[in-house]
């Protein structure tokens, strides 16, 4: 069994720094204040108009600013690679991450939007089983979509750094 | 574009499998409702932590004065704060359903169905307590706190809840009016060690103690179901000929700017609460006020020779946008 050498160890973090030119830096900023806000909205809509979460804040911004890398990530893939690798899933990985993080936090006492799953088949008992759970694991479901995040970020940084998937340069003359 | 139509459908795929996993789990592993409570440690009245100071404990006289018999022009005021915008608390306008009132004994009815773990609830309690107190009389309510995990807000009892326990439901409260009957349903889960917990309206029929508390709770399953409701939520409450599903307050304090566990209400004593409540001085207090008119509002339509509260102006005025 082969163990990932040092060198390819550094090769997504090195991909990593060459995406986050100013440029992407900004698109991060900015994914994630959009993340962050529509996490808000579905919370507050869930509540009465009223930010009322009982997810602890770091976590919170944890999985928006995965989910944001994430959507920076896929930008930089279709405008620089062959491939299009990255552009999306990732894209795709991140937003629903962030809404499923919305429908969760949402969660417990309130009137959640889990509810509506009656509508859609799922009996009272079902929906709100569901809802209790969610509501008392809210926190470690969070970790594990962070997590799962990092996860998909570091696959891709991996599939990144293949000399296959870059565009090459043109020399000007 | 098919390979970004694969890799999208492989991503939607994993999730869908992890989440129908997780919704499978509770479908085909978890058995029936009402078992579903996270914490099952009893933890004895010595230990009680100095957060949950005194739960479960009767107000005391003084403490009952401070929702029985007071001043109608408390109501007015908060309703007109209310009208004009002037309540910084989150106080709901516009969200009641319409369903045929509940006649017991030749009187309407409120029925709360609510769960004692639940932080909605217990911020409209003291709200609800109000409201009925313009209609009749309580000679006892309990001092309350939400669940640990849903910010420990703190709030009243209807009845002697059972706090510790893994499950179960307390029916009653000690409440009288010749106005309107009042039906208090409560879900019991363990408060100081757990989370939120919540049941079906089935399982609160399946444990009424007799054919009166099951009618009531058949009558709001039914209710729930006409006015298209599968999975009625906590705070689901009739008033009258209005039906809520959920709270129509979110009170955390003298403003809503401090959320979550450093909410006011997350550390409020009962003193504190009542001293407010009464003292009527504060947003705390106007913002209960205001909630209790929209409770009221939604009742008095459905009374016959009302009190002296369903003639006020602000009432009055709030009975066609509840």
Known sequence: MNFPTRQTMALPVRTLASIYKPRYVVLNIAAFVVYYYAYLELIAYQNLGVFLSNVSEGLLYALVFTSSMLLTIAVYSIRNTRNNRASVS??????VATLFGGVIGGCGCSVPVISSLALVGLSASE????????ADYQNEIFGLMVVANLAVIFFYLFRLSSASCRIPKVAST | MRHAITKVASVLIVLVLVLGGVAGYFVLVRPGMGTTAVATSKISASSIPATYAGIGDPFTSSELASINGQPLSNYQTAGEMLLNGSIANTVALGRANHYQPLVV??????????????????????????????????TA????????GTNHVTTLYWGQDNYTAAQGVTFGSSYASKYLNFYAVDYDSP????????TTLAYLAQ?????????VTAFMENASNALGNKAPPTDTQLWGSSVWFGGIAVILGNSTSVTGTAAPVSHLSHESALAQISGF???????????????????????????????????VSLEGRV
């Open chain 2, 191 to 198: 408060v100081i060690t757990g989370g939120f917990q919540w």
């Open chain 1, 127 to 134: 929906v709100v089983s569901l809802n209790n759970f969610l």
């Open chain 2, 207 to 215: 444990h009424a103690p007799n054919s009166t508390w099951q009618a």
């Open chain 1, 90 to 95: 990732a894209t795709t990985l991140g937003t």
């Open chain 2, 141 to 148: 309510l309990y001092v309350g706190y939400s669940a640990s």
């Open chain 2, 105 to 138: 004994n030749g009187k309407p009815s409120v029925v709360v169905l609510q769960a004692i773990s639940c932080s909605d609830c217990a911020m409209n309690r003291w709200a609800q307590a109000l409201s009925l107190a313009a209609f009749g009389n309580f």
């Open chain 2, 281 to 315: 001085s504060d947003q705390y207090a106007w913002s209960n006020y205001a909630a209790a008119d929209v409770y009221i509002a939604g009742v008095c339509p459905s009374l016959t020779g009302p009190p002296p509260v369903c003639s006020l102006p602000a009432i």
